[in-house]
């Protein structure tokens, strides 16, 4: 037993907690619980559990069900809002084979084997993710309505809204996931929260505790969170638009000192991959049907696959830092992931896509300085500038055929992916929706 799991058990024992919550990902980004008594938590940390993965998206098949669960100690945190009936702990695991070896379709497994290739590389990728999500009244259930008439960067008194999201960055903050901003967004009922930047793995462990606690929070106060995209037409729906760049020990790498834009060579040939693989990278990182109602024109949502700094239609942005803090600030934006997605499959995604075009020298295009949506299509095939897909089974077509991207997320993982897609997309296109009846009955 390492000593990090020692220092864990002494932690269990000196603060009586009574409930361990081993949390993992299916590959659609669902986060899943199995629930210990914190005295068998010894036996977690030093054998693992064993779970039906059967029963889980993507995982196995019947004939081959068990599967182990292996607590990474690194992710112990105290559950603060458990504290009066039975304190909890959480612990997030990474999934094994009977035989004990790595489970190839585990999402966190894959974002690790993409942080391996980087390290390889002399890299660490580091990410910063803006959660947006839509908070719902409860009493006003099965009519979904936003919860307040406010809009970007309102301010708002001490509300039921405003408690939850205070709430969650405290309790974020003490389980060792810090929060640097939170402010309401443009749409009705609308909020943002962002994680603070780091290393993409941590991130992504905060990414799943944020969501979790938030849940939490909301279901207190009689209010239903939703990291829908698209949940109400006529708004802005709601994004994951994620900060990132590559460090080494000697600092930032996408810093570049004598730029226009003040990155680096390399950050742009990161940023040139990610523009080569954007088409397919969708799929990971909006991958809903609700997703693509987000992803059109007029709503601040990329659309058209180009990059530039005050750009707000582009895909990737490379946002403004203060002099002060260029060297560490340096980063790009990319636009298009959204909070439904699982963010180990995303982040891993876009680390690969951007390690290609690193790999490859990949020469980025011209940056685009206005507003793509009031440009003609004449305009826009003049710059050439493609488009990012319109549907989630355009996106699935795409990444089955970018061996780049199919290839980090393992020919396992894959297949359940783009089976489970397919099948939702199919299952949407022989909906009868309201407005169809509306309009043709």
């Known amino acids: 037993m390492t000593d990090r799991s020692e220092e864990v058990l002494r932690t269990i024992e000196k603060n009586h907690i009574e409930y361990l919550y081993l949390l993992f990902t299916d590959i659609t980004g669902q986060t ?55 304190t909890g702990a959480q612990i997030i695991c990474d999934i094994y084979l009977p035989d004990e070896k790595p489970f190839e379709g585990d999402p966190r497994g894959v974002l690790k084997r993409v942080i391996k290739k980087a390290e390889s590389m002399g890299y660490r990728y580091y990410v910063g993710p803006e959660i947006e999500f839509f908070l719902i009244d409860r009493d006003t259930l099965p009519d979904c309505r936003p919860h307040d008439r406010k809009g970007y960067f309102d301010l708002g008194v001490q509300s039921r809204a405003v408690e939850i999201c205070q709430a969650t960055m405290k309790h974020m903050d003490e389980m060792g ?78 810093f570049g000192k004598e730029d226009k834009y003040g990155i680096s060579s390399l950050a742009y040939q990161f940023l040139a991959g990610q523009i080569r693989h954007a088409r397919a990278l969708s799929a990971i990182a909006a991958p809903t049907v609700n997703s693509y109602k987000r992803l059109v024109p007029g709503y601040e949502a990329p659309v058209y696959i180009c990059w530039g700094r ?109 089976l489970a897609k397919r099948r939702e997309w199919r299952y949407f296109l022989n909906q009868v929706t309201p407005w169809e009846v509306e309009r043709y009955l």
């Open 310 to 418: 005050v750009n707000r239609s582009a895909l990737i942005r490379i946002p403004m830092v203060t002099r002060s803090k260029a060297g560490e600030g340096a980063r790009i934006e990319l636009r298009c992931p959204d909070p439904s997605c699982n963010p180990y499959l995303a982040f891993a995604c876009m680390l690969a896509a951007g390690l290609d075009g690193v790999q490859n020298k990949l020469k980025v295009p011209d940056p685009v300085e206005e507003n793509v949506y009031d440009c003609s299509d004449e305009r826009i095939r003049a710059m050439n500038i493609s488009m990012l897909p319109s549907t989630l089974g355009e996106s699935i077509e795409a990444l089955e055929q970018n061996s780049v991207l199919s290839e980090t997320l393992g020919e396992r993982l894959m297949n359940h992916f783009s």
């Open 32 to 86: 899943k619980k199995v629930t210990l008594p914190a005295r068998l938590a010894e036996s977690a940390l030093a054998h693992g559990v064993w779970f039906d993965g059967s029963s889980i998206e993507g995982f196995a098949r019947i004939c081959e069900s068990d599967m182990l669960l292996r607590p990474d100690p690194e992710t112990f945190a105290i559950l603060p809002w458990t504290r009066e009936k039975g």
């Open 177 to 254: 996931y810090s929060c640097e901003t939170y402010h309401h967004e443009v749409s009705h009922g609308q909020h943002e929260i962002d994680l603070s930047y780091g290393e993409v793995l941590r991130v992504s462990d905060a990414v799943t505790a944020f969501k979790h606690a938030l849940r939490t929070h909301a279901s207190f106060r009689r209010f239903k969170v939703t990291f829908m995209p698209k949940p109400f037409m006529g708004v802005n729906g709601s994004g994951m638009h994620v900060h990132q760049s590559l460090w080494n020990k000697g600092g930032n790498l996408f």
